[in-house]
């Protein structure tokens, strides 16, 4: 049984790389017919806040990435304290009483002598009474899991393939400060273990914490889960971007984007697969596949979203929109004008062309032309095909083709030279204010 897991810190909001890895997480889960589980990793109380929790569970459900089940990591202390203390006892984490001063100066000199700033255990040389004496004048430990050096660190990464570090070459992590708070590194472990997360499914910023994780599930006794390190986005330019970082989904809706365009685009860029305007999840699941993903950064346009979410507008079911359309308009005219929206909320101009009232067209040259059409209009069937009906009586009497005949209407009828298609829009305006417009513009 395959289960995943979205684990944001609730110390901001999401942005467009957290709702990816969010995606991916949720695709791989539905995919395989698993779970998804949200875990907050709210361990730093200083940092977390619970309208960020809030934020982030509404903003999956806008996505329509709503989890099977949510963990906070702050309700599992207990559980934290209970590996931690097996480790220590194991002696796999140990007490380490450097400042943050001293470690810093020690980095430097390794720095000088071109050596990799790799901590020197000094602290696991330390002497029973030493420990002692340092305690007694008040010097609290931090906690540092200690890697077993003779063991490599290697994977098969879902996307980025065999990898591997030399555990020599690293710090031991530091696991928990010395106030007692959790850094991220151990508990994410045993969170890992302990909700059986078969797929952590993360940005390709957390490779080396991988390496570093591989030695603490086996410390505990755990086989490790599969990892898939997705290559970080970039801007449209190929840069990191900054923008990246504060674009989440109030930007989204704020601008008109749709859900399934985030849903859409993010599920395939970075992939060897084309961004299709899909607005139904299951092509998306079809082919979403870890093996397809690319070492290269995947680039996120706002421009090519926004012209995927335009398409998926296209395709929306008056179902889906009817409560973001302003009062009145229904099916027909969801119909009529959704060809041509960029966007839902502009569906309400439409409707004010729809309904009027409209300034008056103007159409000094033509007047004798929309007068003639006034006086077709209204002798019209209505009933059947207005437009048609309208245009072919025209047509005939005036010999008039093409532009020439259609555009003075569609000026007088909608005040605009561009729109939906007008055999669609006529009925809808009706018989009345077509007849009143044609009048007034003749
Ligand atoms: N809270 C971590 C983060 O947001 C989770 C990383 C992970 O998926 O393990 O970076």
Redesign the pocket.
């Known amino acids: 049984m395959t289960t995943t897991?979205?684990?944001?810190?609730p110390t901001g909001r999401l942005h467009v790389g957290?709702i990816r890895?969010a995606l991916h997480n949720w695709l791989w889960a539905r995919k395989t017919g698993g779970r998804f589980l949200l875990?907050i990793?709210d361990t730093d109380a200083e940092r977390s806040e619970e309208r960020f929790v809030e934020a982030i569970r509404a903003d999956l459900a806008w996505l329509g990435l709503e989890p099977d089940a949510e963990v906070r990591q702050s309700a599992r202390f207990a559980l934290y304290q209970a590996r931690f203390d097996a480790l220590v006892a194991a002696g796999r984490i140990y007490p380490a009483y450097e400042s943050a001063q001293e470690l810093d100066l020690k980095r430097k000199v390794l720095l000088g002598r071109g050596l990799p700033p790799v901590y020197d255990r000094a602290a696991l040389r330390l002497t029973a009474a030493e420990r002692t004496a340092l305690e007694a004048e008040g010097v609290r430990p931090h906690w540092r899991f200690r890697l077993d050096h003779d063991m490599p660190l290697a994977w098969d990464d879902l996307v980025r393939g065999p990898q591997s570090f030399d555990p020599a070459t690293m710090s031991d992590p530091v696991v928990r400060r010395a106030d007692g708070s959790w850094l991220?590194m151990l508990p994410?472990a045993i969170d890992?273990i302990d909700m059986g997360i078969s797929h952590?499914?993360?940005?390709e910023?957390?490779v080396s914490?991988t390496a570093l994780q591989l030695q603490m599930f086996q410390a505990m006794g755990a086989t490790a889960p599969a990892f898939a390190h997705a290559a970080l986005l970039t801007g449209a330019e190929g840069k990191l971007s900054k923008r990246l970082g504060s674009l989440g989904v109030d930007h989204f809706r704020a601008t008109g984007i749709e859900p399934q365009a985030v849903r859409a685009l993010l599920a395939r860029i970075g992939t060897s697969d084309p961004v299709e305007p899909v607005a139904a999840m299951a092509p998306l699941l079809d082919g979403f596949d870890f093996a397809r993903f690319g070492r290269a950064p995947a680039r996120f346009d706002e421009a090519e979203l926004a012209q995927v979410s335009a398409r998926i507008v296209h395709q929306l079911p008056f179902d889906l929109v009817a409560d973001r359309l302003p009062a009145g308009m229904d099916h027909a005219a969801w119909a009529a004008v959704r060809p041509n929206l960029e966007r839902v909320a502009d569906a309400a101009d439409w409707w004010q062309v729809i309904e009027g009232p409209l300034a008056p067209a103007d159409l000094a040259e033509e007047a004798e032309y929309c007068a003639q059409a006034a006086a077709v209009a209204e002798a019209l069937d209505w009933s059947a095909d207005p437009w048609h009906a309208l245009t072919g009586a025209l047509k005939a009497s005036t010999g008039r083709k093409g532009k020439a005949l259609f555009l003075p209407l569609r000026r007088a009828l909608t005040g605009r030279d561009h729109g939906p298609d007008m055999a669609a829009l006529l009925p809808l305006i009706g018989r009345e204010r077509t007849v009143a417009r044609l009048r007034a513009a003749g």
């Open positions: 897991r979205f684990a944001p810190s957290n890895t875990r990793d991220y994410s890992d952590v499914v993360r940005g910023d957390h914490n």
